[in-house]
Structure formats: C-alpha cells, structure tokens
C-alpha cells in the first residue's frame, strides 16, 4: 500500500523535528601557531648561471627548499659585481633582506662570470675590484640584519682535447680568499661543479643545456633559455640556444641538488629547510 503525504503534512513533519536534531554550523577551530619551526627567507643574487633563465636558481627555489624558507630570487643575466649595484638591483636585494617576521634571512651571492675581462660595463679588476666588491656586499648583508654565503661561479662546460677549460679558476681563488678573510660560509660550486663536468666529458654534460650543439632551434623547442628575456607582446619570451655556460631544466635541476648538498654542509642550521 502506498502512502501519499500532503505538503502541509511534509511541512509539519520538518517543524516537528527536535532542535536538538537540526544541523547547526560548527564553531571555527583556530589555526595551529607555528612552533616547530619559523619561518626564514633565502635570497639568489648574481648573474645568469643563477637567474630565472639559465641558471641554478629556478630549480634550487622551486624543488629544494621547503614551505617554511621564502626563496626569493634576484639573479640577473649580465651582471658582474659591478653593474648589478650599479643599475639598483642590489637595492631591491637590501630591501629584501630589511622585511620582518623572518627568524633567519640568508643571502647566496655568486658572481664571476660577467666580471672577467672583455664585458664592457661588466668587467672588473681580479687584483682589486671584484674582491672589494664582494666584501662591500657582505659588509652591507651583514648591516642589513641578514647572513652572507658566498658562492664560486659555476663551471663552464666547455672542453678541449677532451679535457674541462675552467676559466673561473682564479675567479673561485679571489672568493675562497674573501670567504676566509671575512669568515663568510662558502658554497664551491666551481670546484664540484667542474670536478662533476669534467668526469661525464663532454657530450655527457651537453644534456645540460637540453639540445644538442648545431641542432636549428626550429626542430630544438626545448633549447636552454638565455640569460635575457625578449620583450615581445603580448608576454615576454626568453631566448633559446644551445651553449656551454647556460642550463635547461635538467641542467638546473642537476646544478640545484649540489648547491642544496653543499649548504646542508656549510651551514647546518639551514637543514630543516632544505630538501635534498
């Protein structure tokens, strides 16, 4: 037998419910503090071996560290220790490194490539201006509250007669002395990172930049990026071509795990907030 139900009876029934009964919203639960660990910031300045297009950065900052650090990265292609403060880029680091609420601000500063000879409004002095420069930007890291790490300029991949050419030898000397004299944590990213290219050889570390030299970049869509974006509408684009000094993805990635490796070593505190 079928039983049909007004809609006054269907009404009733509702109201009869017992309050008691009746879903009610549930009382907002206040969101855990943070105890176990504060949140702290890492700042990338230097050249395009670190930037966003290019270099090591993009990886270290989007794999290898956890929600807890701010990786803010303020690398530039074409910048030596010289035109990087010289155009204000070091200005908008200074600000960084001055924001509140962070336990520990770290400040990764890697130059060399754009300070050797032949870059006009580049270049600098090995003997006199590049060191002097760098203790400048350690001086200022330290007055702005923040923690200095110097990092030797990576490698190139470049090979003659099958053996690596490491150019930025004498360039990772001028910071190894400036690291020591000013007791600054140092991050040798040349010597590991020309050791690693050195051993694979030459056709091994091409992989980095992702595409094979000589390759047209018509059948090449994956070419490392270059230091430089072009400015195109609607959206900038960056340059892409095969070279020896800057990374793809994997080339990035690669470099990012060993710069991550190092400072799990050179500054311990960091580990927490660091993934491998």
Partial sequence: MTIKLGAAMVAFSLLA?????????STPVAPEPIRHIQPSKIILVGDS????????????CGY?????????????????????????????????MRTSGYRDIWVLIQFGHNDQPGKPGRSTDLATEFPANLKHYVEEVRAAGAK?????????????????VNDLVPWAAAVHKVAAEMKVPLIDLNADSAAAVDAMGSAA???FAEVPPGAPQAVAPTASPRSTEVMVKPMAQPKLSFDHTHLGVEGAEYFATMVTRELSVAIPEMRPLLVP
């Fill in 49 to 60: 071996t670190t930037a966003v297009f290019g270099g090591w950065g993009p990886s270290f």
């Fill in 205 to 207: 570390a091409d992989r």
């Fill in 64 to 96: 290898h560290v956890t929600s807890f650090m701010a990786c803010v990265n303020l690398a530039r292609g074409g910048r030596s220790t010289s035109n990087y403060r010289a155009e204000g880029s070091w200005d908008v680091a200074l600000s960084e």
């Fill in 148 to 164: 200095p790490v110097l990092v030797t300029p990576l490698t190139r991949r470049s090979f003659t007669n099958g053996k690596l």
């Fill in 17 to 25: 419910i017992p309050a008691t009964a009746q879903t009610t919203p």
